[in-house]
């Protein structure tokens, strides 16, 4: 800031900064607006194999079903795949002392489950 309290910039630059940073908000507003129609879309044809699909027998919820287990997958492999090769080691150890269900709340249970009979099975031998 200048000492005679102003930025420094004369009004003319202000005003042309402000002006480039507002034609970009609308820039992003217009390519959102093409994004939304365009993802409306691809929705719209989703359906219409749901559609085909539930006309063949195919229960329309289990076939959803199966369409988000698999995008669910494909997000947890990510995970891995994220991580540096030495994390993803050690991620791999993780996984095998905890076995295919371990992260998840029923896999918790379980050896939450086989940790308590260990305790009991120490105490009563």
């Known amino acids: 800031m200048a000492k ?3 930025n420094g910039a004369t009004p003319e630059q202000v005003k042309e900064a402000f002006d480039d940073i507002i034609g970009f908000y609308t820039e992003l507003a217009s390519e959102r607006g093409t994004y939304m129609q365009r993802a409306r879309q691809i929705r719209e044809r989703m359906s219409e194999v749901y559609d085909s699909a539930a006309e063949k027998g195919i229960t329309r919820r ?10 669910t997958q494909e997000k947890l492999l990510a995970i891995r795949e994220g991580l540096e090769d030495d994390d993803r080691l050690e991620f791999d150890k993780l996984a095998e002392v905890l076995g295919d269900f371990g992260g998840t709340p029923l896999g918790a ?11 009991l099975d120490e105490l009563t031998h």
Do not use: C, I, N, Q
């Open 62 to 71: 289990v076939l959803k079903a199966k369409v988000k287990e698999h995008l």
């Open 4 to 6: 005679d309290g102003s």
């Open 109 to 119: 249970a379980a050896l939450d489950k086989a940790k308590k009979a260990d305790s």
